[in-house]
Nanobody, 123 residues
Framework: QVQLVESGGGLVQAGGSLRLSCAAS????????MGWFRQAPGKEREFVAG????????YYPDSVKGRFTISRDNAKNTVYLQMTSLKPEDTAVYYC????????????????WGQGTQVTVSS
């Protein structure tokens, strides 16, 4: 298992930007596909971004495509989520997750999770 710690959440106005970070430790980070999920109160968890081992492959659902960008720095054992043009409906707790294998485009199989960071977008 890899241990994950998110940071960077906060309160932002609609149209603004935030960058979330997720620091990993415990295992060889580059062996893991990484993902970001979010969950708003009363809603199901949503997979919002995935990235391959080396970072060349990325996935986004239509709800965030063109606004969110996932990236990773394997030398720093860190994955990022750059969020722009934020909307009130992006308000949620955002979680970083890791899984063995390289199916970064699939929301299943993520076995390691961070504690989450709150993102609140005001209108």
């Amino acid at each position: 298992q890899v241990q994950l710690v998110e940071s960077g959440g906060g309160l932002v106005q609609a149209g603004g930007s935030l960058r979330l970070s997720c620091a990993a430790s415990g295992r060889t980070f580059s062996n893991y596909a990484m993902g970001w999920f979010r969950q708003a109160p009363g809603k199901e968890r949503e997979f919002v971004a995935g990235i391959s081992w080396g970072g060349a492959g990325t996935y986004y659902p239509d709800s965030v495509k063109g606004r969110f960008t996932i990236s990773r720095d394997n030398a720093k054992n860190t994955v990022y989520l750059q969020m722009t043009s934020l909307k009130p409906e992006d308000t949620a707790v955002y979680y970083c997750a890791a899984k063995r294998g390289n199916a970064y485009y699939s929301e299943t199989g993520f076995a390691s999770w961070g504690q989450g960071t709150q993102v609140t977008v005001s209108s």
